[in-house]
């Protein structure tokens, strides 16, 4: 069954980004995503706005994926979307879509776990891009999750460490607010972390046992340190960003890293796969290949465009699911939370 072709439709809307793919098996021959500039000028994202927007984006976006894979929607075997976690009204403009344009062709419906996509998307068909085997240790980073994932199997998974409050990718940005940057400001942070020097201010790691993480504290610490600096100099910020920056990346690589070696450590799994929005920072993505040297480890950095929120990744999962006929009916209901 899996060398018959089938196309799956995929649709993706747990945030502020409207998303629609479409996939022959594992291999993907479109992959849209309509951004949303409106939360830029709220310095984050506005859920009622967000719905809106996708409520806006999604027929249109639907038709170009379609239109760009060269398919018709009558050549569609599936339908996947995503079920949760995310923004409630989000998601339901992609399960509401997703459903009647099932019900319409008459096609198996699939809802799928937005966390463990993230993790899949390591399994789509992408050349020059090596497939993890099995077991493999997940780090799922982004703006609203830190996870340590341990995959046994395409759809048994264990978290076996995540954040006590906020996530990685929280931090950045709330790091980037502080410092006066527009949102959304983790890669800007980025940016700017790779002309300055990482140990110019050192911030101290917060103690969290075992493979959990935190960053509140964190953020709190780089908050006084800035107001302290600025109320000697009012310059300092702007006289210093590349060192700031630096120096917030080098700490959160840090306490990563620290984790995922201990994770490691424990499993005896040497196999890492990064996931999620904040994977596509460029120290991250460097620290974990230097690790393959340092300690031996087998690293898996997904291509760039499958790191941030997509539907391609979706799709991934979405064919995995039809494969063993794992399908939904038009009672599922989207969860603003779901575990992985």
């Given at each position: 069954?899996?060398?018959?072709?089938v196309y799956i439709l995929s649709i993706e809307s747990s945030c502020?980004?409207?998303?629609?793919?479409?996939?022959?098996?594992?291999?993907?021959?479109?992959?849209?995503?309509?951004?949303?500039?409106?939360?830029?000028?709220?310095?984050?994202?506005?859920?009622?706005?967000?719905?809106?927007?996708?409520?806006?984006?999604?027929?249109?976006?639907?038709?170009?994926?379609?239109?760009?894979?060269?398919?018709?929607?009558?050549?569609?075997?599936?339908?996947?979307?995503?079920?949760?976690?995310?923004?409630?009204?989000?998601?339901?403009?992609?399960?509401?879509?997703?459903?009647?344009?099932?019900?319409?062709?008459?096609?198996?419906?699939?809802?799928?776990?937005?966390?463990?996509?993230?993790?899949?998307?390591?399994?789509?068909?992408?050349?020059?891009?090596?497939?993890?085997?099995?077991?493999?240790?997940?780090?799922?980073?982004?703006?609203?999750?830190?996870?340590?994932?341990?995959?046994?199997?395409?759809?048994?998974?264990?978290?076996?460490?995540?954040?006590?409050?906020?996530?990685?990718?929280?931090?950045?940005?709330?790091?980037?607010?502080?410092?006066?940057?527009?949102?959304?400001?983790?890669?800007?942070?980025?940016?700017?972390?790779?002309?300055?020097?990482?140990?110019?201010?050192?911030?101290?790691?917060?103690?969290?046992?075992?493979?959990?993480f935190s960053f509140s504290g964190l953020k709190t610490q780089i908050l006084y340190f800035v107001q302290?600096?600025?109320?000697?100099?009012?310059?300092?910020?702007?006289?210093?960003?590349?060192?700031?920056?630096?120096?917030?990346?080098?700490?959160?690589?840090?306490?990563?890293?620290?984790?995922?070696?201990?994770?490691?450590?424990?499993?005896?799994?040497?196999?890492?796969?990064?996931?999620?929005?904040?994977?596509?920072?460029?120290?991250?993505?460097?620290?974990?290949?230097?690790?393959?040297?340092?300690?031996?480890?087998?690293?898996?950095?997904?291509?760039?465009?499958?790191?941030?929120?997509?539907?391609?990744?979706?799709?991934?999962?979405?064919?995995?699911?039809?494969?063993?006929?794992?399908?939904?009916?038009?009672?599922?209901?989207?969860?603003?939370?779901?575990?992985?």
């Amino acid at each position: 069954m899996a060398d018959t072709p089938v196309y799956i439709l995929s649709i993706e809307s747990s945030c502020d980004d409207t998303a629609a793919a479409v996939l022959q098996n594992a291999k993907v021959l479109s992959n849209v995503v309509a951004r949303q500039e409106v939360h830029e000028q709220y310095g984050g994202v506005v859920p009622e706005l967000a719905s809106r927007a996708h409520q806006q984006n999604i027929v249109p976006v639907v038709d170009v994926a379609l239109a760009k894979a060269g398919i018709t929607r009558n050549q569609l075997g599936a339908i996947a979307f995503t079920q949760g976690p995310g923004l409630m009204g989000s998601l339901l403009v992609g399960s509401s879509f997703a459903k009647s344009l099932a019900l319409a062709l008459d096609i198996p419906l699939v809802a799928v776990n937005h966390m463990q996509a993230h993790i899949l998307a390591h399994f789509i068909d992408e050349e020059g891009f090596d497939k993890p085997q099995f077991p493999f240790l997940a780090l799922t980073i982004s703006g609203g999750h830190t996870q340590i994932v341990k995959v046994s199997s395409f759809f048994d998974m264990e978290v076996i460490g995540e954040t006590t409050d906020d996530a990685v990718g929280e931090a950045y940005d709330k790091s980037a607010k502080i410092l006066g940057l527009p949102y959304p400001g983790g890669p800007l942070v980025d940016k700017y972390a790779q002309l300055g020097n990482p140990k110019a201010y050192p911030f101290t790691k917060p103690k969290v046992p075992g493979l959990d993480f935190s960053f509140s504290g964190l953020k709190t610490q780089i908050l006084y340190f800035v107001q302290k600096n600025v109320a000697l100099n009012p310059n300092f910020v702007q006289e210093n960003m590349n060192d700031i920056c630096a120096s917030i990346q080098y700490t959160i690589i840090n306490i990563l890293m620290d984790k995922l070696k201990l994770a490691v450590a424990e499993t005896g799994i040497k196999k890492v796969a990064i996931g999620g929005g904040v994977s596509a920072n460029s120290g991250i993505r460097g620290t974990l290949k230097e690790a393959e040297k340092k300690y031996g480890w087998k690293t898996f950095i997904p291509k760039f465009e499958y790191t941030t929120d997509n539907a391609a990744m979706i799709g991934i999962v979405g064919y995995h699911k039809y494969l063993e006929h794992t399908f939904s009916d038009a009672s599922v209901t989207s969860k603003a939370r779901i575990q992985l």
